[in-house]
């Protein structure tokens, strides 16, 4: 498909079907096209010379008020790799077979391949049909049958054609219109996102850069801003066409050349991705399911060197398998893809395998973790989550998507992609189910979300439990985690932002508490040892002998030879313990007279009215330097208010 700035501006162009051809060389597939759409798809005067087609070629023509877009691939062992460009995201393959020729290398490879690639419709087309007798036809028929059954696949129909008669074309031509009408209904469930594998990139004289691909799903329009990936530059869409035809916009599956604005044509080439801003990741480490895998020496291994095809793009890799390969052909299997160089995928996206020399092809797979971690020991397959992203429902999908994120948690949108959801607002919705259903929590925080899975953070619970616990028997005495130390003990890949409120969470319901101003064990915690327990056991008895003027810590510290740091630590778990009461810094009551002093002032302000603070040091038999933050520790929990020298009972003083 050329780039032609002089042709009219196009008002209506029904959406096309994208045909690739497929089959050995000399077989036919070049005149086939040439036959239904008047124009060569051999390009290059090199190919014309020798007759043999070597880069992808492309033509269209319109039959029944359909269009149909043809890509011609080369048929030579050699080109291969140029084939896999051309049959990436097509509609329909013609699978082409000589009749002179039957079943050859080629043949075989190439329809492997469309297996591999998951191509939904496979018509056979028997060339070459006037060189043999009707019976010898039959034969390459049944024989091509075979070969499709024995991959898969179910034919979507035959023709029998001859480029000298003609015969066959008008054929073939309305068995293509059908399944353009059959192929509509099928763009509902496709993402928004635009995406365009580039299999082509020249530069034409005063427009510059254009490149050329097969759309795999959604819109674009002039002028608007794309992303070429892997590099991930900003580019501007300068203008559209398809087949020298110009468009304003363009959507769904279809051939496209884009005009890009003020790109170097050194900066694309075929393998590059345009697709809308933040659709798409370059990553080097991908993880897939393998329909079936090759071995390329003799004996089985896990870990095996050679070349991927996405799109069209080739990558040289390194694939480990799952589990150990236990003979040289794998049906089907998890692995991961570790790329030389970036690429970028989507999940349930079709690839190819080939041995390292690029000469054989291996097998070939679907995209389940476009951005994943490379597995180690500590961190092997995880066999279940990559089940439900092959098989389960959207939902399910979501849900693993953020479990394998643990902390790094994805955007709407890339959780979308990664889930394979069609938008952002799919995306959301499944988010909200999840979090209703108890399966994500979901913390806010600077107007940011960390959506977390369940089973995340009950691991982070657990572990936060068996660290506070292996702190608290390391020292006994102290109640626990101080308060304000709490967010740091959040795993360090967690956004410091959200460590915050994640660690409140953890604080309801669960094996921890807060007791004061220390998160503790909801139980009890390690015993204190003997020394501890004695000296303990003695400072409560001192706080209820003291009643309303209770000791202090230097009076503590007279009355006891043990130091003052391990009196607060035991004072502090007290509290903790709710045995003491914190009524001001350096004042405690035992939480038995506490409890008296409080049922004591309540039924005085009840039965005599508001009473001053003198009024309550007679009560309670105290002296002012208790009294006064004793009160004002009453007001401070409402159980009495303050009315100028008065107090009267607060709302929570209790019947």
């Given amino acids: 498909?050329?780039?032609?700035?002089?042709?009219?501006?196009?008002?209506?162009?029904?959406?096309?079907?994208?045909?690739?051809?497929?089959?050995?060389?000399?077989?036919?597939?070049?005149?086939?096209?040439?036959?239904?759409?008047?124009?060569?798809?051999?390009?290059?005067?090199?190919?014309?010379?020798?007759?043999?087609?070597?880069?992808?070629g492309f033509a269209h023509c319109s039959h029944a008020g359909r269009d149909i877009a043809f890509v011609d691939v080369p048929g030579h062992e050699r080109f291969v790799r140029n084939m896999l460009a051309g049959a990436t995201g097509v509609d329909a393959a013609l699978l082409v077979v000589a009749a002179d020729d039957s079943i050859m290398p080629q043949t075989r490879e190439h329809a492997e391949i469309l297996a591999l690639l998951g191509v939904p419709r496979v018509i056979k087309v028997i060339t070459k049909i006037d060189l043999v007798d009707p019976e010898w036809a039959d034969e390459v028929s049944r024989d091509?049958?075979?070969?499709?059954?024995?991959?898969?696949?179910?034919?979507?129909?035959?023709?029998?054609?001859?480029?000298?008669?003609?015969?066959g074309a008008a054929e073939l031509l309305e068995l293509l219109a059908r399944q353009a009408a059959d192929r509509d209904g099928a763009a509902a469930d496709e993402p928004t996102w635009f995406r365009l594998p580039i299999d082509r990139a020249f530069t034409v004289a005063g427009r510059g850069t254009v490149v050329t691909g097969t759309v795999q799903h959604g819109s674009v329009a002039r002028d608007d801003e794309l992303e070429l990936l892997p590099s991930r530059q900003l580019v501007r869409v300068r203008d559209l066409q398809t087949h020298h035809e110009p468009r304003a916009a363009a959507a769904g599956r279809l051939r496209l050349a884009v005009n890009l604005a003020a790109v170097p044509l050194e900066s694309v080439s075929r393998g590059c991705t345009l697709a809308s801003p933040g659709?798409?990741?370059?990553?080097?480490?991908?993880?897939?399911?393998?329909?079936?895998?090759?071995?390329?020496?003799?004996?089985?291994?896990?870990?095996?060197?050679?070349?991927?095809?996405?799109?069209?793009?080739?990558?040289?890799?390194?694939?480990?398998?799952?589990d150990e390969p236990e003979a040289p052909t794998v049906r089907a299997a998890f692995a991961q893809l570790r790329l030389a160089d970036p690429g970028v995928a989507e999940l349930g996206q079709r690839f190819i395998v080939r041995d390292s020399g690029g000469t054989r092809t291996l097998g070939g797979g679907v995209i389940l973790r476009p951005v994943a971690r490379r597995w180690t020991t500590r961190r092997p397959a995880h066999a279940a989550g990559l089940a439900t992203l092959r098989d389960g429902p959207p939902a399910e999908r979501a849900a693993e998507v953020v479990r394998h994120a643990e902390w790094d948690t994805p955007s709407t949108r890339q959780l979308a992609v990664r889930a394979g959801a069609r938008d952002e607002t799919e995306a959301a919705d499944l988010c909200r189910q999840l979090q209703d259903a108890g399966i994500l929590h979901v913390f806010e925080a600077g107007g940011s979300t960390l959506r977390v899975h369940a089973t995340v953070v009950a691991a982070l619970a657990s572990d936060v439990e068996r660290r506070v616990s292996r702190y608290l028997a390391a020292n006994p005495r102290l109640p626990g985690v101080p308060r304000s130390q709490w967010p740091a003990w959040m795993p360090a890949a967690c956004p410091e932002r959200f460590r915050a409120p994640l660690s409140d969470h953890l604080l309801h319901g669960g094996a921890l508490r807060l007791a004061g101003q220390h998160v503790t064990l909801a139980q009890a915690g390690p015993e204190l040892g003997p020394t501890d327990r004695a000296l303990y056991d003695a400072l409560l008895d001192e706080f209820s002998a003291g009643a309303f003027q209770p000791p202090g810590l230097d009076a503590l510290k007279c009355r006891t030879p043990k130091n003052a740091r391990r009196l607060r630590e035991l004072i502090e778990l007290g509290v903790s313990r709710g045995e003491l009461v914190r009524v001001a810094e350096g004042l405690w009551l035992h939480a038995d007279r506490w409890e008296e002093l409080r049922s004591t002032v309540v039924r005085a302000?009840?039965?005599?009215?508001?009473?001053?603070?003198?009024?309550?040091?007679?009560?309670?038999?105290s002296s002012r330097k208790y009294v006064v933050p004793i009160c004002e520790r009453l007001d401070a929990l409402g159980i009495t208010r303050r009315q100028g020298d008065l107090r009267s009972l607060g709302p929570n003083c209790g019947d």
Wanted: hydrophobic share 35%; aromatic share 2%.
């Fill in 1 to 56: 498909m050329l780039y032609d700035p002089n042709v009219s501006p196009l008002t209506h162009t029904p959406r096309p079907l994208v045909v690739g051809t497929a089959g050995h060389i000399d077989h036919g597939k070049s005149r086939l096209v040439r036959t239904l759409t008047g124009t060569d798809p051999d390009r290059l005067p090199e190919e014309q010379a020798r007759g043999m087609t070597i880069d992808l």
């Fill in 279 to 322: 659709y798409l990741e370059p990553s080097s480490i991908m993880d897939v399911a393998l329909t079936w895998l090759r071995m390329p020496g003799k004996s089985p291994r896990r870990t095996i060197a050679l070349r991927v095809h996405l799109a069209t793009s080739e990558h040289a890799a390194e694939l480990r398998l799952a």
């Fill in 144 to 167: 091509t049958d075979s070969l499709l059954e024995s991959l898969g696949i179910a034919p979507a129909g035959e023709v029998r054609f001859s480029a000298e008669t003609g015969q």
């Fill in 605 to 621: 302000i009840r039965s005599r009215g508001p009473q001053t603070v003198s009024d309550l040091r007679t009560l309670i038999g």
